[in-house]
């Protein structure tokens, strides 16, 4: 409705009998044409190359500023993409250490029920039960026992399993 007054304001004669609606690049040349003869009538044809100029330089800006529209849409998108995926990641890795965690509950509650189990055994049965199995389980057990237990179940195994026990049962970290 814009560039319909607009062109009758430019030829009211040419539009006073009909009004007619035209496309977007049917009103701009019907536009240019319009502007180029009522600018040749005022001030020649120095105004006309002057107003041919401004309204090129107007479609190029027109055109720039729908690149740079679809290009901030088009970074927008990429940027909702990327935070998803960094939201995926998050939600994976947590979902990681979770199952970590709940690993190593688990194994220290194993290691509180041998432990348990080890205090009320004999020091010769521990002994021979901590002598077959992995270094740094029976080291973990013997830290939870009392020393006095500890003591007996190491003078009990066998002299070479037990230095190399006792030599990680006084470096290990309590």
Do not use: W
């Not at 309204?55 to 729908?66: I, P, S």
């Amino acid at each position: 409705m814009k560039y319909l007054l607009i062109l009758m304001c430019l030829s009211v004669s040419a539009f006073a009998a009909e009004e007619k609606v035209y496309t977007e690049k049917e009103f701009q040349e019907k536009l240019q044409k319009e502007v180029a003869a009522k600018f040749e009538k005022i001030a020649g044809g120095s105004l006309v190359d002057f107003s041919k100029q401004l309204m090129e330089k107007e479609e190029k800006l027109r055109v720039a500023e729908l690149q740079f529209k679809k290009r901030e849409d088009e970074l927008l998108n990429s940027q909702r993409d990327f935070q998803a995926g960094i939201k995926s990641f998050q939600d994976k890795q947590n979902k990681f250490l979770a199952c970590l965690d709940e690993n190593e509950r688990k194994k220290q509650e194993r290691i509180q029920h041998m432990v348990d189990s080890i205090a009320g055994m004999r020091p010769k049965t521990a002994a021979d039960l901590l002598s077959v199995q992995e270094a740094d389980i029976s080291i973990q057990i013997l830290g939870k026992l009392d020393s006095t237990k500890v003591s007996k179940i190491f003078n009990l195994m066998d002299k070479e399993i037990s230095a190399r026990l006792q030599k990680q049962y006084m470096t290990m970290k309590r």
